[in-house]
């Protein structure tokens, strides 16, 4: 079992910063690939950042490329989601979700086994 606890949400301008932390327990992530989801509203759910069970690989939402980083800190079991140069479009609920059966990182949230309560993300014009 993993417990997953999102937390950095809250509103901004655009062109400002957020950084979403997600605090890991049960497992430590050295041993998890990890990802980063969000759900905007009346819109599917879609992949924005994972990072593999190393931290070696990287992979990012298109839009998201150059804006956000996703890193692990192994000791202190968090993975977080810094964001810069926010736009409207990133508004969301943001998830993290542990994926402890590949070391890889997939897309797919269907892949993913735990996931956080999630935190929102508002981002205005």
């Known amino acids: 079992q993993v417990q997953l606890a999102e937390s950095g949400g809250g509103s901004v301008q655009a062109g400002d910063s957020l950084r979403l932390s997600c605090a890991a327990s049960g497992r430590t992530l050295s041993e998890i690939s990890m990802g980063w989801f969000r759900q905007a509203p009346g819109k599917e759910r879609e992949f924005v950042a994972g990072?593999?069970?190393?931290?070696?690989?990287?992979f990012y939402l298109d839009s998201a490329k150059g804006r956000f980083t996703i890193s692990k800190d192994n000791a202190k079991n968090t993975v977080t989601l810094q964001m810069n140069s926010l736009k409207p479009e990133d508004t969301a609920v943001y998830y993290c979700?542990?994926?402890?059966?590949?070391?890889?990182?997939?897309?797919?949230?269907?892949?993913?086994?735990?996931w956080g309560q999630g935190t929102q993300v508002t981002v205005s014009s």
């Open positions: 990072i593999s069970r190393s931290g070696l690989s990287k």
């Open positions: 979700a542990a994926d402890p059966r590949r070391a890889g990182v997939s897309r797919s949230g269907d892949d993913y086994n735990y």
